[in-house]
Each structure stands twice: as C-alpha cells, then as structure tokens.
C-alpha cells in the first residue's frame, strides 16, 4: 500500500510570470513515452507482478522504492506544469470575458492544457497526445525488466536535457536540475542490480547521455547535499533489502562528487506544494468563491 505526504520531492521557485509553452515542453517529462507516468507504471507494475519477492527481495526491494519515487516525480513534474501555466495568478474576481482575458492563449503550443483543463497538468505529452499501457514494459524476466529500466531511465535523461535545453525559466529548470541527478540514481542502481546478478559492469556506460551533471548549475545543490549518493525507502519499516544493492560499499559514480551510496530511511525533506490561487477568467474554482472560502474556513477549524 502507499502513503501520502503533502509535500513535493523539491522546493520549486515561483514562476515570475506565466510560461504555458515551458510548460507544454515539461509535459513531455509527465507523459512522454519516457516520462514520469511512464517510469511510475513500469515500476509499479513490475513491482506488483515481481515474481520470487522472498528469494530475490534486494531486486523486489529496490525496484518498490524506485516505484514510490517515481509516483512523487510525476507529482513534481505536474505542480510544475500547473506553476507555469498559472504564474503568480490573477487574483481578480471580476473578469470581464468579452475583453478576452485568454487572448495570450490562443497562439501558445498546447492550447487543451488552457481549453480544456484550466491550466492543470494531464497524463500526456508535450504535443498533447496520452500517455497510455504501451509505454509499460513488465515482462516477468528479471533480467529483461531491469535492463528495459535501465534504457528508460537513460532515455528519460535524455529527454530531461533535451527539454532543460529548451528553456530560460527558473521553475522547469528546477524540474530538469532535480529529476536529472534522481534519474542519474536509478541508471545508477538498475546498473548495480544488473551487475550483482550477471556481472556484466553495465555501470561503465554511464552517464548516458555523457553530460556530468557537474555541467549543469541547477543540479548543484542536490550534489552538495549527497542526492545523488541517496536511495531512499519512502517507507517507515520496509525495503531495506535494497541497501544490498545500493550501498555494501559501491560509490558515487565518476564526475560526481565522490562518496559511497546509501539507503536512506523514509522520504527526502522536500519542499512545500505552492498555494496557486484560483484563476477566475478559466472559472477555477468559481461556484462561489467567497461562499466555499467560508465553508472551507469553518470546517478547517472543526477540524483542529
Ligand atoms: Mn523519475
Ligand atoms: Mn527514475
């Protein structure tokens, strides 16, 4: 089962102003073919099918707390969609729709993220098309299933660059910086898995794409911290098997700043989810905002 914290993986600054063609290109690391929908449901379904949990449990281990991360990126990734749709939000009531208040939106790149979902992420790509079943590989070999992760998340890496390559904006950057050195980790530990079970030193291709993230000013701060020395369990009791894997002595790999890996217990800090506020002229929340404001108010306070 899973557990649900209010918070993201990152703290991701407020966009200045509103950037919808940003965010049409950070749709694709949502709900691109290797995007964060699509690592979420490999792992997740590889993990749900795993067969022989007990025997094999630091491969079991390790590939259910890569699941519950991932599911934490795709949250990352569309509070940055809906961060960049919105900017820092009009905060008027009364917006008079024949003065057109969407006009902006009429020549930007995805215009269903406006028409149709009110500035809210959705599982899709950046051209708009779903994310559906067929970007989930769950093949019941394990071999075959960590090697499959091991391409995916060198070829979301790829995708995160070629999208950070794309844009000037701090909030999508802070997206890319973070999930590069995350997916730099799972390359990472589906490479020692394969290693521990065939021998095969698949570590000696990384970083595939070869850029160290050293080149990269948005992921520094995660490499001063040790991010991309950490696995962690996201759970209060369970998978630590994994540490078998992602520790027992293995090491940072070259170019990043040196030390050995380590599983660490329950969920990184994180930062808070931003406080977008409604946006009247796409009539979100609309109803009545004073009146639901109040009923949300006195209810909070039952609550307390
Ligand atoms: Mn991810
Ligand atoms: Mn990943």
Redesign the pocket.
């Given at each position: 089962m899973f557990m649900r914290i209010d918070k993201l993986q990152a703290a991701l600054p407020e966009p200045k102003k509103p950037d919808p063609n940003a965010a049409a290109a950070l749709q694709e690391l949502l709900g691109g073919k290797y995007g964060?929908m699509s690592?979420l449901g490999n792992y997740m379904f590889q993990s749900f099918n795993f067969r022989s949990k007990s025997n094999l449990r630091p491969f079991y281990s390790l590939v259910a707390s890569i699941t519950a991360?991932?599911l934490g990126?795709v949250e990352l990734v569309a509070n940055g969609v809906a961060m960049l749709n919105n900017g820092p939000g009009d905060p008027r009531e009364n917006v008079d729709i024949s003065k057109t208040p969407w006009e902006a939106m009429q020549d930007i790149r995805l215009a269903g993220s406006f028409l149709s979902n009110g500035g809210g992420a959705m599982p899709m790509n950046s051209n708009g098309a779903s994310w559906n079943m067929d970007f989930v590989t769950s093949t019941g070999n394990v071999i075959i299933d960590l090697l499959h992760n091991f391409h995916l998340e060198c070829g979301?890496r790829i995708h995160k660059l070629r999208v950070y390559e794309t844009m000037t904006e701090p909030t999508g950057r802070e997206v890319c910086g973070y999930?590069l050195v995350?997916?730099s980790v799972?390359a990472h530990a589906y490479a020692l898995a394969l290693k521990k079970l065939t021998g095969v030193e698949i570590e000696k291709m990384l970083p595939t794409p070869n850029i160290n993230l050293s080149k990269i000013p948005e992921c520094q701060k995660y490499l001063d911290e040790g991010s991309h020395r950490r696995l962690y369990r996201f759970s209060p009791s369970d998978y630590h098997e994994a540490s078998g894997i992602w520790g027992n002595g293995e090491m940072a790999l070259p170019g990043d700043p040196p030390g050995e890996l380590e599983l660490v217990d329950g969920h990184p800090d994180g930062g808070k989810i931003s406080d977008m506020t409604g946006t009247y002229s796409a009539f979100a929340p609309d109803y009545a905002p004073q009146e639901i404001f109040e009923v949300a108010s006195k209810l909070y306070k039952k609550s307390r």
């Open positions: 964060e690592t991360e991932e990126h979301a999930l995350r997916g799972h």
